[in-house]
């Protein structure tokens, strides 16, 4: 039997995600605005989000949960079994287009596969506003389209890098 695939649609699929870039913080982290803090928290994740104009309602859902639900936080044996919530620890929610820079060409990236800035500020702030009410779990972030110093510590590192489509 001979499948028939389309090499530039697969790779359409594959390049087209909700992404988030998950550091764990035993520490406070916050983000400043023009020398204002604008958002903080004592403990939990700091999450750097990128969206693509193809993400939808879906992947927020898919991404809040999975977030959610990461065991990454030690227990009482050094074991990564806890979650952030399991810890009552937060989030910092971080929108960073740069997530899907496109180096292909030469060395100033494109970033042609982030969402235009008023889609993606609306699914920005639903992702924020879903994984609060859904999950309980208390949401800090930045300002939209800002320039941001974000300051934190990675405790381990932990890095963990999720991408909605790929479920992975």
């Known amino acids: 039997m001979f499948i028939h695939v389309n090499y530039f649609e697969v790779n359409k699929i594959l390049l087209t995600q909700l992404r988030a870039v998950i550091q764990r913080v035993t520490t406070p982290a916050k ?3 023009k020398n204002d803090i604008v958002g903080q928290i004592d403990k939990g994740l700091v999450v750097l989000l990128g969206i693509e104009p193809d993400d939808n309602k879906d992947d927020i859902t898919w ?21 952030v919530k399991d810890i009552e620890g937060s989030l910092l929610i971080i929108s960073q287009f740069t997530l899907h820079a496109s180096t292909r060409k030469g060395n100033r990236p494109s970033y042609i596969k982030a969402a235009r800035p ?8 639903d992702f924020n506003t879903h994984i609060a009410a859904v999950h309980d779990i208390e949401v800090s972030e930045g300002i939209f389209g800002a320039d941001m110093k974000v300051t934190f510590t990675n405790d381990g590192p932990v890095t963990i890098i999720i991408d909605s489509k790929l479920k992975e």
Do not use: P, T
């Open 31 to 33: 983000v400043e605005v």
């Open 118 to 125: 008023e889609i993606a500020k609306q699914l920005y702030d």
């Open 63 to 83: 991404l809040a949960k999975k977030i959610a639900g990461l065991r990454i936080f030690n227990d009482a044996e050094s074991v990564m079994n806890l979650s």
